[in-house]
Every structure is written in C-alpha cells, then in structure tokens.
T-cell receptor, first 114, second 111 residues
C-alpha cells in the first residue's frame, strides 16, 4: 500500500549505543523530514531533505545523522544514544516545496534510552 | 524561540460546547496548516489556508487566517468526543523548505 512507514515502532536501547530509525515512503515525494515530539516542546525538526543527497539541519540536529541515497528512504541515526534522546520520532514527507505542501506523517517510533 | 504560539495549551470541555483555539506569530507566513494528532499516530492535515482573511469550513470546524497572515484560529461548534486530540498549527512559505509547528493544543471532549 502507498504511504509512509517507520520502523521499528518501539525501541529500547542503552546509552552509548548506535541506533538507526528507518523511514520509507512510496509516493516519490521529494521532501522528507525527521521530527522528535516531547511533552512541552511539541514537534521539533531534527533534519530535512529536499531531494536525494540533499539534507539540511533543523532546530535540534546535534547527536543525529541522516542520509538520503534514495528518494524513498530517509534513515535517522543516533550515533551514541543519550537519555535526553528518549522521545517519539516522526518521519514525514511532502510533495514539492516543503514550506507550502501538506506533510504526511508516519505513525512514529517510540524510542527509550536507558 | 517558538515562532508560532498556540493557546490554550490544554482545553477540557463537555460535549456540545463550542471552543476556539488560537495560533499566533510575529512573522508573516504565506500558508498556515492545521493538523490533528490522535494518540499513537502521526499528525494528519485538516486544512491549509493561504489568503489573508480566508475562512474555511470543514463540517463543524471553521478555520480563519488573519488579514496580516500572522495568526489563525480554529473554531469547533458543538464539540463531540471524536474531536478529542492534539491540534497543531504550522506556518510555511514558498521560500521556506520546511514548516514551523506550534506546540499544540490538547483538546479533551467529555461525554
């Protein structure tokens, strides 16, 4: 089915470990986004990408790495996880300019870092 | 610094009541989007407004974009329990590669 899929849905890991969250969309949308959602902070943009091999930082990029070798995939890696990165992570995509088109969100990955 | 301020942060009302949620900014946006998010899911777009003074209706929901394109409101008439959720506003523009989200209004409608 067409859509945007995040995996895993839930992940528990330990501080210092590397963890990668996956995001896959089937619409061939050019723009993709990674957000984290925390109580009291709302949705905060981590990284976004306008096309394959083009990425840009959002408000809270420290500690995260992204890549976009294919249009449909936009993985997010925490290189050395910290407790402050415990959060719910959402991936989104949009057609055309990221500032005007609606964003389509996945169902999120709930990440706990012990 | 939050570019878009939403108020109230929490709203708890009885079924059948009316309510208004506000989204304010000191910046001008060429488009303003409203999303609703339910527990365990990602936000889902409700509406996009692009013209200053524009009013859009979606059944019992009325969305308004301010004349100066700095603020927006969402009014719900005769709220139902199914309206419960987190309402998010997001501002964007053609020169921006991204949206700026407010922190959201958590609405709970009791039967």
């Amino acid at each position: 089915d067409a859509g945007i899929t995040q995996s895993p849905r839930y992940k528990i890991t330990e501080t210092g470990r590397q963890v990668t969250l996956m995001c896959h969309q089937t619409w061939s949308h050019s723009y993709m986004f990674w957000y984290r959602q925390d109580l009291g902070h709302g949705l905060r943009l981590i990284y976004y990408s306008a096309a394959a091999d083009i990425t840009d930082k959002g408000e809270v990029p420290d500690g995260y790495v992204v890549s976009r070798s294919k249009t449909e995939n936009f993985p997010l890696t925490l290189e050395s996880a910290t407790r402050s990165q415990t959060s719910v992570y959402f991936c989104a995509s949009s057609f055309g300019t990221g500032g005007t088109q609606p964003q389509h969100f996945g169902d999120g990955t709930r990440l706990s870092i012990l | 610094t939050q570019l878009l301020e939403q108020s109230p942060q929490f709203l708890s009302i009885q079924e059948g009541e009316n309510l208004t949620v506000y989204c304010n900014s000191s910046s001008v946006f060429s488009s303003l989007q409203w999303y609703r998010q339910e527990p365990g899911e990602g936000p889902v777009l409700l509406v996009t407004v692009v013209t200053g003074g524009e009013v859009k209706k979606l059944k019992r929901l009325t969305f308004q974009f301010g004349d100066a394109r700095k603020d927006s409101s969402l009014h719900i008439t005769a709220a139902q329990t199914g309206d419960t959720g987190l309402y998010l506003c997001a501002g964007g523009g053609s020169t921006l590669g991204r949206l700026y989200f407010g922190r959201g209004t958590q609405l709970t409608v009791w039967p």
